[in-house]
């Protein structure tokens, strides 16, 4: 959404994929942003990542977004 502009609900979905398993997981949520919010807004998830390898990337639904910049690996130790 625009800074300043008309507001609404952000949806967003976290996507988690094992690379060992090939296992999906998808965590859904939303955030209602004012009219005129200048922002910066922060989203978490408070998922457990698999011990294994994988990434994580967030999805935002509505309105449409996404970008490979959002896309992170995690290896757990």
Same mark, same amino acid.
């Given at each position: 959404? =625009?800074?300043g502009g008309p507001g609404g609900? +952000? &949806?967003y979905s976290w996507v988690? &994929?094992?690379?060992? $398993? %090939? +296992? +999906?997981? $998808?965590?859904? %949520?939303s955030v209602v942003v004012a009219a005129g919010a =200048? %922002?910066?807004?922060?989203i978490t998830d408070s998922y457990v990542h698999p011990t294994s390898k994988g990434t994580v990337y967030v999805i935002f639904t509505t309105p449409s977004y996404a970008s490979p910049s959002l896309q992170q690996s995690w290896t757990c130790r």
């Open positions: 959404m =625009q800074a609900t +952000v &949806k988690y &994929k094992d690379t060992n $398993t %090939g +296992v +999906v997981t $998808t965590h859904s %949520g =200048q %922002g910066p807004f922060t």
